[in-house]
């Protein structure tokens, strides 16, 4: 009998692709404290920098990479671009880590 969670080829397969992208992008750190931190709403980089206590180059990586897998929005302000979480994303990412797990 073969199992047919992550069988190649399944619906199961790709979900625990995904869940995987989604824990290796918060598996450092600094985006688990950027997260906590967006958390209470969005914020611009000048705003994070001091509650993470890193460089304001480190922070604007990690953003990038939160973003790049789609738990941020960002809303340009001017000169400044706010960073919030994306929470339909994130119920998205609960419901197929909930699937694989």
């Known amino acids: 009998m073969e199992f047919q969670c992550c069988a190649k080829n399944s619906k199961e397969e790709k979900e625990v692709s995904q869940v995987y992208v989604f ?10 404290k ?3 931190v967006l958390r209470s ?4 980089v000048c ?11 480190l922070v604007s990586h990690h953003l990038k990479q939160l973003k790049s ?7 340009r302000e001017g000169n400044f ?3 919030g979480l994306d929470k339909k994303a994130i119920r998205e990412y609960k419901k197929i880590f909930n699937q694989v797990i």
């Not at 709403?41 to 611009?44: H, N, R, S």
């Open 23 to 32: 824990l290796r992008a918060v598996a450092d750190p600094n985006r688990l």
């Open 34 to 36: 950027i997260l906590c």
């Open 41 to 44: 709403g969005a914020q611009c």
């Open 47 to 57: 705003e994070i920098v001091p509650q993470i206590g890193i460089s304001d180059k």
């Open 69 to 75: 897998i789609g738990l941020l929005t960002e809303k």
């Open 81 to 83: 671009i706010r960073y």
